[in-house]
């Protein structure tokens, strides 16, 4: 095999990782099973997938703190929401972020960003298709969540928790894998949070550069006061 064949096959192998990870349905044994065994490959097939969510994300979350947020950039909290093994924790501290918190579903991924040493606490085993019940309203100024809303993983009422957790005036940042943009209600689950004052919908930019198989949209929300409160079914 030439070396130009084993790399051929290195990228099919990258793909089908990334294809497979799309067909787990939001069940946490498998997303949990499959991300062990993804971790230690993880950053060198998204790589060379030419994956630039991690960038653009924290590019936004940069040019969000300078325009709106009175804070000095290393003294503001931020969220990585299920930050995996830390791509975004890496940009966001290229930037010059220095408050940042992470967690994943995974505990592997989980470890994984700890080891990079940007983030200030990483926690794993924590489930964004649910309530998390670990993090107070209103903590973070900044919450991202990149590569999260694609198929098979979070289901578009997760960005209802991730507004109570972030203050009012704050940003969520979050991308949308464009196949999922189209198969799920995310749309509709932004109207019906803007609807009830939850938050607004400050950025979109649409159809933007993420992976080599396709693009995303890439959402900036700014949170309300309302996002805090707590819902009827927490009453
Ligand atoms: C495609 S990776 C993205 C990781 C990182 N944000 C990035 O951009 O490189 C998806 C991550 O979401 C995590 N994940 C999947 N489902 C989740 C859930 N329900 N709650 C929290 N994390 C989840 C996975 O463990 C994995 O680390």
Sequence with gaps: MTTRDQLT??????RKRIKDSHALDGDVGRLVHFYRGWVSSYNLDVGREGYCGPTVVAELASAMQTAYLANDRAAIPILDAACGT?????????LG???????DLSEEMAEMARKTGVYRHVQGDVNLNG????YS???????????VFTLGHVRPDALRELARITRPNGFIIASTRKSYADATSFEDEVQRLQDAGV???????????YIAEEGAH?????VTGKANAPTEEQL
């Excluded at 830390?86 to 290229?94: F, M, N, P, T, W």
């Excluded at 972020?97 to 967690?103: A, E, P, S, T, V």
């Excluded at 309530?131 to 670990?134: A, C, F, I, N």
């Excluded at 938050?199 to 550069?209: E, M, P, R, S």
């Design 86 to 94: 830390g791509l975004v924790g890496g940009q966001l501290k290229r």
């Design 137 to 147: 309203s209103a903590t973070y100024d900044i919450t991202v969540c990149c590569g």
């Design 199 to 209: 938050l607004v919908t400050a950025q979109c930019l649409n159809d933007g550069k």
């Design 9 to 14: 096959a290195l990228e099919q192998a990258a």
């Design 131 to 134: 309530p998390l019940s670990g």
């Design 218 to 222: 890439y959402w900036v929300f700014q």
């Design 97 to 103: 972020f220095r408050l940042i918190d992470g967690f």
